[in-house]
């Protein structure tokens, strides 16, 4: 397998399997996922493209930057489909409300199609969910406009992307091949996720989310996942030098013809 240099301002720190590049606060992490949105856009704009991307709620950082520079810029997003990674689901399955703390499309709402000037915005229906009564549908919406350009995300405690949790029994020629489904989160995912949310709160973690699979995700031309958290630290060796197998989800990408990891300074320390 190729190996790649592993840089921090253009000094050779030791050599992964995945491009990363090391940044030193998590705000110019940020930046550059939102300058990639923009250059992408704006490229394809350019060229009478349609644009498509796979997006999460997690990490957010990068969407001040990027609403702040559409405006500026007056960037048009007519032509751009924005397909998020995933949503919780109630007891019964369906969708929290949207107006729900945790709701990732309220999130989307409040916090990017909302700010953004409506003359430049895309339409409602270009701003995809994956839905649990329609487990095919992110599938068809890739498949009509050929392909995703370019998918961002982060990485979970136990590498999961979106919320395709590991499958300790699962090959990784199986797991590559996953499709949009209801997920039962992990005690992991739960955990991690109610401190960051909820106060530490983890009975009121919702158990179930609908996720885009990792076929969704390893279809992407590109990908770039954002690093910025102290536990990052371990996540990002294992992902970047760990075997491939579907126990952590994320080093699947080592076999991405384009994806790289952006990491600041403090994820990119050792763990210990």
Same mark, same amino acid.
């Given at each position: 397998?190729?190996?790649?240099?592993?840089?921090?301002?253009?000094?050779?720190?030791?050599?992964?399997?995945?491009?990363?590049?090391?940044?030193?606060?998590?705000?110019?992490?940020?930046?550059?996922?939102?300058?990639?949105?923009?250059?992408?856009?704006?490229?394809?704009?350019? %060229? *009478?493209?349609?644009?498509?991307?796979?997006?999460?709620? +997690?990490?957010? @950082?990068?969407?001040? &930057?990027?609403?702040? /520079?559409?405006?500026?810029?007056?960037v048009?997003?007519?032509?751009?489909?924005?397909?998020?990674?995933?949503?919780?689901?109630?007891?019964?399955?369906?969708?929290?409300?949207?107006?729900?703390?945790?709701?990732?499309?309220?999130?989307?709402?409040?916090?990017?199609?909302?700010?953004?000037?409506?003359?430049?915005?895309?339409?409602?229906?270009?701003?995809?969910?994956?839905?649990?009564?329609?487990?095919?549908?992110?599938?068809?919406?890739?498949?009509? %406009? *050929?392909?995703?350009?370019?998918?961002?995300?982060?990485? +979970?405690?136990? @590498?999961?992307?979106? &919320?395709?949790?590991? /499958?300790?029994t699962?090959?990784?020629?199986?797991?590559?091949?996953?499709?949009?489904?209801?997920?039962?989160?992990?005690?992991?995912?739960?955990?991690a996720?109610?401190?960051g949310?909820?106060?530490?709160?983890?009975?009121?973690?919702?158990?179930?989310?609908?996720?885009?699979?990792?076929?969704?995700?390893?279809?992407?031309?590109?990908?770039?996942l954002?690093v910025?958290?102290?536990?990052?630290?371990?996540?990002?060796?294992?992902?970047?030098?760990?075997?491939?197998?579907?126990h952590?989800?994320?080093?699947?990408?080592?076999?991405?013809?384009?994806?790289?990891?952006?990491?600041?300074?403090?994820?990119?320390?050792?763990?210990?």
């Amino acid at each position: 397998m190729e190996e790649h240099m592993y840089q921090k301002e253009g000094q050779e720190l030791f050599k992964g399997k995945i491009p990363v590049r090391v940044f030193g606060d998590s705000d110019e992490v940020f930046k550059t996922m939102a300058s990639i949105m923009i250059e992408t856009i704006k490229e394809n704009n350019k %060229l *009478g493209k349609t644009t498509t991307m796979i997006l999460p709620v +997690g990490p957010i @950082g990068q969407y001040p &930057f990027f609403v702040e /520079e559409v405006n500026r810029q007056q960037v048009p997003l007519k032509d751009c489909w924005f397909i998020n990674m995933d949503e919780y689901l109630t007891e019964e399955q369906q969708w929290v409300p949207v107006g729900h703390r945790l709701s990732f499309r309220g999130f989307m709402d409040r916090n990017v199609y909302g700010k953004i000037d409506q003359v430049l915005a895309n339409a409602p229906e270009q701003r995809i969910f994956p839905d649990p009564r329609d487990l095919c549908g992110v599938q068809r919406v890739i498949e009509r %406009l *050929g392909g995703v350009d370019i998918a961002f995300g982060g990485i +979970g405690i136990n @590498g999961h992307l979106a &919320f395709n949790e590991a /499958e300790d029994t699962t090959s990784v020629q199986a797991f590559a091949k996953r499709e949009t489904r209801i997920i039962t989160m992990s005690n992991e995912t739960r955990c991690a996720n109610a401190i960051g949310d909820l106060g530490g709160a983890i009975d009121a973690m919702p158990r179930y989310a609908v996720s885009i699979g990792m076929r969704q995700i390893l279809g992407a031309k590109r990908i770039r996942l954002g690093v910025f958290r102290d536990w990052h630290r371990a996540v990002l060796r294992q992902a970047i030098f760990g075997e491939v197998s579907a126990h952590f989800p994320v080093t699947l990408l080592q076999n991405h013809p384009d994806a790289m990891i952006l990491s600041n300074a403090n994820a990119a320390k050792r763990p210990f």
